[in-house]
């Protein structure tokens, strides 16, 4: 009996080995067609069986064993396509689904993502390029978010004003890397277009130990990847001609290169009639370039290379003759350029991320004015960033990294002290004492940082870190401690908190010269509530308070007596506190998107023991912002889109009297309280229209967006007369059009 028995089970065993030996298991992998990225969480369909396999972080899915055959698999996603394959027999499909797009423009399907600190927020790319007012310029459009001051657009500044503080405490980093100069001639266009943008994320305070060199916020700008189809458009705007193209490289690659020249050059002769007494001698043009390389090198291994470049020229002359500061007569020019270059690797895989890049980057400058005052600078620094992220239990995460900067300066001066913080007027060229030296030396930086991300539950996460600096040139090291938290009340309630402490290195204009600075501090606080009101609409409101010491200030008046070699031109005895609420209310649908912005403020300085406390320059205690953007038609051809934003105005010192200075032979003024009064408040709206044209290869876009609609001047500033009895409102542009034609492939 029992052989009988094992007769029937090698009989058995038998045939289902015969079986087994006919199955096939049907598997694949899904990606990207426009980046080449794996897709994780598709859902792939086999209608004979009706089974559903999920592909997994490689983008790779597979169905169990099954008779050898023709089968029909369906790929469905809402961001993209709806992807069918009949199989012809093989084992192993791939899918490259196609993003969904509607007349040119993406449909962004927004997930939700928990910010690591109050505050914070992220501009998706189809927001950035359609904000009314900022004429497709993604950081104009950043301006628009709680917390950063709506300062003059040509007002030369350095960089963003956040929470009212200077605006070098801040800093914008591209792809892990910050650049010197964000807008081009002041504050025209920023130095990186749209299109070569894949994310911005903004974080005015609370951001962790990986970031450094700003004592208040700072934006990300991730730039985005080539397509692995060959594609392109040109762009053709009321200040610009711009062209992209992109394509593969090889299997596994893809690129993306831009380029971007303004036209003001060409326009102004047409517009601008000759004169004998005014002259151009460099007429005002930009330009910038780009260009992104990626590759996959192994499943887990990506190589990455990217360029950024910038050129501003600018140039006048005249034979008028300033009595009151005669060495500024005869000719200004500036120019300014930069070229960034960065080359990555990435290991990434669950629970083990390392990315390992290095950058070179090249700056330099020119000023000049009338026929002996210049300042000629050059930077040349050459950066190696490390950053790592480890899980090595479930729920806790292990962050270490480091970066080290070695940094070359030429500088060449003969200018007076440039404008600092509280300053009532601007340089004299003439009798003001100057700044006149040559320096060159070197200003290497070391930076390392560590964190531990615990997240026992879903419901909560919290981060504690330290980050030391070692500024070398100015023999200083700064260890800052930095936490944040995030507590989740309940699915649409979450409870953010930051502390820590944050510096910035005495390294803006003329600060280089003075190698015995330390770097400002600010420790920072800040508590937030993120509330989903529903679907698609959130509402973030932060209270935030920053105390600041260390601040850079000068010495003396401009007028008082100064080194010329710039050696004794600053200390660090300022103090400064900057608190505040900021609410942020977005809604997004499928045609619609827009957000609500405000903020209260309050930035406060003294700059020595004994002074009064004052406002901060860029200190502006409310700023209201509505904007929104709709898209009509039954192809979404249409977009239709406005903003509105009121300001309180920036604080200045009143002129109070002025008194004669026979051997100078003019009249100096007898200035106020410092920044007792305050600029009228601002308050203007934009639009923006758009219409796209689908081809059968190729598509067409329009837009107009005018600035300040019904041409409100704000004022910026006040000019007086030789003797300071009557001012006029320095204004800006009260009304600024912006059209642009753009064609696709």
Not at 450 to 471: H, K, M, N, S, Y
């Amino acid at each position: 009996m029992r052989s009988r028995w094992i007769i029937a089970a090698l009989l058995a065993a038998s045939a289902v080995a015969r079986a087994q030996e006919g199955d096939v298991v049907v598997s694949g992998v899904v990606k990207d067609s426009a980046t080449g990225k794996p897709l994780a969480g598709v859902s792939v369909y086999r209608e004979e069986t009706d089974e559903v396999a999920v592909t997994d972080e490689r983008g790779a899915f597979s169905f169990p064993p099954g008779p050898a055959g023709r089968w029909h698999l369906a790929v469905i996603d809402p961001s993209y396509q709806k992807a069918e394959l009949p199989s012809d027999g093989s084992a192993a499909l791939d899918f490259e689904l196609v993003p969904l797009s509607v007349q040119g423009e993406e449909i962004v399907v927004e997930t939700t993502r928990d910010h690591d600190s109050a505050g914070e927020a992220e501009l998706p790319r189809d927001e950035v390029t359609h904000v009314p007012g900022s004429n497709g310029d993604p950081l104009k459009a950043i301006r628009n978010l709680p917390g950063v001051a709506n300062t003059n657009p040509l007002g030369f500044q350095p960089g963003l004003v956040i929470r009212g503080s200077a605006p070098q405490d801040s800093q914008i980093f591209v792809d892990g890397f910050e650049i010197p100069l964000l807008y081009h001639l002041g504050g025209i266009q920023s130095v990186i277009p749209g299109e070569m943008i894949e994310d911005l994320l903004y974080q005015p305070g609370g951001f962790g130990v990986e970031w450094g060199d700003a004592s208040s916020g700072i934006v990300q700008v991730t730039t985005r990847e080539g397509s692995r189809q060959w594609g392109g458009f040109a762009d053709v705007s009321f200040l610009t001609a711009q062209g992209l193209v992109q394509g593969p490289i090889g299997k596994d690659g893809s690129f993306a290169a831009a380029v971007r020249r303004s036209y003001i050059d060409a326009v102004i002769p047409l517009v601008v009639p000759t004169s004998d007494s005014l002259s151009f001698t460099a007429l005002p043009r930009y330009y910038d370039y780009q260009l992104r390389a990626d590759y996959q090198l192994a499943p887990h291994w990506k190589l990455d290379a990217f360029v950024i470049g910038s050129d501003d020229d600018f140039g006048i002359a005249t034979d008028a003759t300033n009595p009151d500061d005669p060495d500024l007569s005869g000719q200004f020019s500036q120019t300014t350029s930069f070229t960034r270059g960065i080359l990555a690797a990435t290991y990434d895989r669950p629970g083990v991320y390392n990315r390992l890049a290095v950058s070179a980057m090249t700056t330099d400058s020119s000023l000049r004015v009338g026929s002996d005052r210049y300042l000629e600078t050059g930077i040349d620094s050459l950066t190696a960033r490390d950053e790592a992220r480890i899980e090595p239990v479930h729920g806790v995460w292990l962050v270490a990294g480091g970066q080290a900067e070695i940094r070359s300066y030429d500088v060449d001066v003969k200018l007076p002290r440039p404008p600092a913080e509280g300053d009532p007027d601007m340089p004299n060229f003439t009798y003001d004492p100057l700044l006149d030296t040559h320096a060159t030396g070197d200003a290497s930086q070391l930076a390392t940082w560590a964190a531990t991300e615990l997240e026992p539950a879903a419901w909560t996460r919290t981060t504690l870190g330290v980050r030391v600096d070692d500024f070398r040139r100015n023999h200083v090291v700064v260890a800052e401690p930095r936490a944040q938290q995030r507590i989740a009340l309940a699915d649409s309630t979450a409870l953010l908190g930051a502390f820590g402490l944050y510096t910035r290195p005495p390294d803006n204009q003329d600060e280089n010269l003075q190698a015995d600075l330390k770097p400002e501090r600010a420790w920072q606080s800040s508590l937030g509530v993120e509330q989903k009101l529903g679907r698609g609409v959130t509402l973030q409101t932060t209270a935030y308070y920053n105390d600041q010491s260390d601040l850079i200030v000068a010495r003396e008046q401009r007028a008082g007596a100064m080194a010329s070699d710039g050696s004794d031109t600053y200390e660090n005895t300022g103090i400064g506190k900057e608190y505040g609420v900021e609410m942020l209310l977005k809604i997004q649908s499928e045609r619609f998107f827009g957000w609500a912005s405000y903020t209260f403020s309050r930035s406060e300085r003294r700059d020595h023991p004994d002074d009064a406390w004052r406002m901060f320059d860029d200190d502006q205690p409310h700023n209201l912002i509505v904007l929104g953007s709709y898209k009509l038609g039954a192809a979404k051809q249409w977009q239709l889109g406005a903003r509105f934003q009121y300001t309180s105005g920036a604080p200045y010192t009143p002129v109070t009297g002025a008194i004669f200075a026979s051997d100078q032979n003019r009249y100096l003024p007898s200035y106020g309280t410092t920044n007792s009064l305050r600029e009228p408040a601002q308050d203007q709206l934009d639009i923006r229209i758009d219409h796209y044209w689908t081809f059968q290869r190729w598509k067409l876009s329009a837009y107009l967006d005018v600035s300040n609609v019904y041409m409100n001047a704000p004022v910026y500033s006040y000019q007086y007369n030789d003797n300071y009895t009557k001012r006029t409102a320095v204004t800006g542009i009260p009304i600024l059009p912006a059209l642009g034609v753009r064609g696709e492939l």
